[in-house]
């Protein structure tokens, strides 16, 4: 299968989004924001059908509504815990938007299924510049942080006595998210970004407690599930990201009884 360039850019762009975004999953689910990250994906969904009306690729409008939704989930701090109310809102709104831009480009409707389920086979060599580019930019973005980030996290309340901004934190956070969400929709659309995000973090969670252990183990696992989705929808004919999906389910599964013997 390597012998197509499609497969070979499919490998490729899966590989770097895979990595990204269980490191960055990982500590999405540590701080509770996995419904965060959710809603984000349906706001880049909006963003995505609203730059095609202007005549900009999908993935820059993607982008650029994610971080924008990023910096305002970003700004409510800690109190965005609270919230998943106003964030389903938000998720329901915006793809009630998307919608209705699909309506006034109705040449671009058919191709809303791999904007909504991704399509990894469609990655051009372009795209795949770009993937790679944005995920160093998080991942070194996310290494200057993560002394912060992680004090942030476990003791808030501590952090914020020493100094540390915990609204900054936040916002810094969100948007790396929000970088990491629009990768990820390259690779299994907007509506299964929790394919990638949080299952690989989820299952690593429960199969260890220790910080880069569990870092380690929630990227490997979303590569695996990556790889071996691509390569089972290549000998099947099956959508790539089913698969893709049902790996990633099957592996928290294997991990339940991991969390119980802890």
């Given at each position: 299968?390597?012998?197509?360039?499609?497969?070979?850019?499919?490998?490729?762009?899966?590989g770097?989004?895979?990595?990204?975004?269980?490191i960055?999953?990982?500590?999405?689910?540590?701080?509770?924001?996995?419904f965060?990250?959710?809603?984000?994906?349906?706001?880049?969904?909006?963003?995505?059908?609203?730059?095609?009306?202007?005549?900009v690729?999908?993935?820059?409008?993607?982008?650029?509504?994610?971080?924008?939704?990023?910096?305002?989930?970003?700004?409510?701090?800690?109190?965005?815990?609270?919230?998943?109310?106003?964030?389903?809102?938000?998720?329901?709104?915006?793809?009630?938007?998307?919608?209705?831009?699909?309506?006034f480009?109705?040449?671009?409707?058919?191709?809303?299924?791999?904007?909504?389920?991704?399509?990894?086979?469609?990655?051009?060599?372009?795209?795949?510049?770009?993937?790679?580019?944005?995920?160093?930019?998080?991942?070194?973005?996310?290494?200057?942080?993560?002394?912060?980030?992680?004090?942030?996290?476990?003791?808030?309340?501590?952090?914020?006595?020493?100094?540390?901004?915990?609204?900054?934190?936040?916002?810094?956070?969100?948007?790396?998210?929000?970088?990491?969400?629009?990768?990820?929709?390259?690779?299994?659309?907007?509506?299964?970004?929790?394919?990638?995000?949080?299952?690989?973090?989820a299952?690593?969670?429960?199969m260890?407690?220790?910080?880069?252990?569990?870092?380690?183990?929630?990227?490997?696992?979303?590569l695996?599930?990556a790889?071996?989705?691509?390569?089972?929808?290549?000998?099947?004919?099956?959508?790539?990201?089913?698969?893709?999906?049902?790996?990633?389910?099957?592996?928290?599964?294997?991990?339940?009884?991991?969390?119980?013997?802890?």
């Amino acid at each position: 299968m390597f012998e197509y360039d499609f497969m070979v850019n499919a490998f490729a762009a899966s590989g770097v989004v895979a990595v990204l975004a269980g490191i960055v999953g990982y500590f999405l689910v540590m701080r509770g924001q996995t419904f965060a990250g959710h809603a984000l994906s349906h706001v880049g969904f909006t963003g995505a059908t609203g730059a095609v009306l202007i005549g900009v690729s999908p993935l820059w409008g993607l982008i650029g509504f994610t971080v924008l939704a990023g910096i305002g989930m970003g700004a409510l701090g800690e109190r965005l815990a609270g919230r998943d109310l106003a964030i389903g809102m938000i998720l329901s709104l915006s793809l009630g938007f998307g919608l209705l831009f699909l309506h006034f480009y109705t040449a671009y409707a058919t191709q809303v299924t791999a904007l909504l389920f991704g399509n990894v086979l469609g990655v051009s060599r372009e795209t795949l510049a770009v993937l790679v580019v944005l995920g160093l930019i998080c991942v070194i973005a996310l290494a200057a942080m993560g002394r912060p980030l992680l004090f942030a996290t476990l003791q808030p309340e501590l952090a914020e006595a020493k100094g540390v901004s915990l609204r900054g934190v936040s916002i810094l956070f969100l948007v790396i998210v929000s970088v990491a969400v629009a990768e990820c929709a390259q690779i299994v659309g907007v509506l299964l970004v929790f394919t990638l995000m949080v299952g690989p973090a989820a299952a690593a969670q429960n199969m260890t407690t220790r910080l880069s252990a569990g870092i380690a183990c929630a990227a490997i696992l979303a590569l695996a599930e990556a790889w071996f989705g691509i390569t089972f929808a290549y000998y099947t004919d099956w959508p790539s990201s089913f698969w893709i999906t049902l790996l990633s389910a099957l592996a928290y599964g294997v991990s339940l009884p991991f969390r119980r013997a802890h």
